[in-house]
């Protein structure tokens, strides 16, 4: 192989994983546990290790502070040089931002959606009021940038091609909203969520072709990928496309949950994307791109994990 492209995780075990569960069901020690067993994979170049939220609607995050300067603490002991993740929360709000960047936590995560029925479900805020809250929170990280450590803003985009309440979303819709984050709100990546579990190629590739038709850097473009509605080729094939098209970020997870609580009853959330299932599709990529010969610019490629 002549070379190779860069893949970059980030792993949601600690944020989307866990955040239907309760502290009786997930305690603090276990936290602990999870994030080493992700930490000594050496694999993800950024951990979410929770989400500054409202504790009454999200009682598993009410030791997010203590649990991240614990995670932080454990970073900073890292010989330089050797593997150093950066670590993420989900704000939903510049209450929550406030006491993120407080925290000093290095990359925070927005959410928004396709959809007015999603939205207000999940956050209590209409879509206008969440775009105009996430506007609120880019203008104070850009105005007070020398005194906090944020280096990395995302933004989910919930329901991508199906609301669990409103239903199938049209392309269009779903183009509509990344337009409005890849060009009016300064932000690193834009991470199209399959909250469903039913997102599939045809779904995805409508969406990616009006983005670069706009001639948008699909660099900046992330998956987050539900398991469960789809057969294990479907998965693999949604994997393939996306590499295909430039798409080098992936959310992961080393525990089989996840799932949006405020939006789906428990038997229809499904497990985030494992590691297994994207390294099985990665190693069956890289070799189809072996055995086709493909060339990209004169150079055979294939896809690498990376962390740093």
Not at 15 to 44: C, V
Not at 147 to 152: C, D, T
Not at 244 to 269: A, Y
């Amino acid at each position: 192989m002549k070379g190779k492209k860069n893949l970059i995780l980030t792993d949601v075990s600690l944020r989307d994983g866990i955040q239907s569960m309760t502290p009786e069901t997930m305690s603090y020690s276990n936290k602990i546990n999870i994030f080493h067993r992700i930490y000594s994979q050496a694999l993800a170049k950024h951990i979410e290790i929770g989400s500054f939220v409202n504790t009454t609607r999200v009682p598993i995050m009410k030791d997010v502070t203590q649990f991240h300067r614990y995670c932080a603490e454990f970073i900073d002991d890292i010989p330089e040089g050797a593997y150093q993740p950066k670590l993420h929360a989900l704000v939903p709000n510049l209450k929550y931002l406030e006491k993120a960047v407080e925290e000093k936590v290095e990359g925070v995560s927005f959410i928004v959606s396709t959809t007015y029925a999603f939205q207000k479900r999940n956050t209590g805020k209409s879509l206008w009021d969440a775009h105009r809250e996430i506007m609120n929170m880019d203008t104070y990280l850009s105005l007070n940038h020398n005194r906090h450590s944020v280096l990395h803003k995302k933004v989910y985009i919930s329901c991508i091609n199906e609301c669990p309440l409103a239903g199938i979303i049209h392309p269009e819709r779903a183009f509509h909203v990344i337009n409005m984050y890849y060009n009016f709100i300064n932000i690193d990546e834009i991470c199209l969520s399959d909250t469903c579990g039913t997102l599939k190629v045809e779904n995805l590739a409508p969406i990616i072709e009006r983005y670069k038709a706009a001639g948008f850097d699909t660099n900046m473009l992330s998956l987050h990928i539900h398991e469960g509605n789809r057969s294990v080729d479907e998965t693999r094939s949604l994997i393939f496309y996306a590499l295909d098209n430039g798409i080098i970020r992936f959310d992961v997870s080393i525990l089989s949950t996840g799932g949006c609580m405020m939006t789906l009853p428990q038997e229809k959330r499904h497990a985030n994307l494992r590691y297994e299932t994207l390294y099985d599709a990665i190693f069956a990529y890289n070799e189809s791109i072996k055995n086709n010969k493909l060339e990209c610019k004169g150079v055979l490629f294939g896809f690498l994990i990376i962390t740093e």
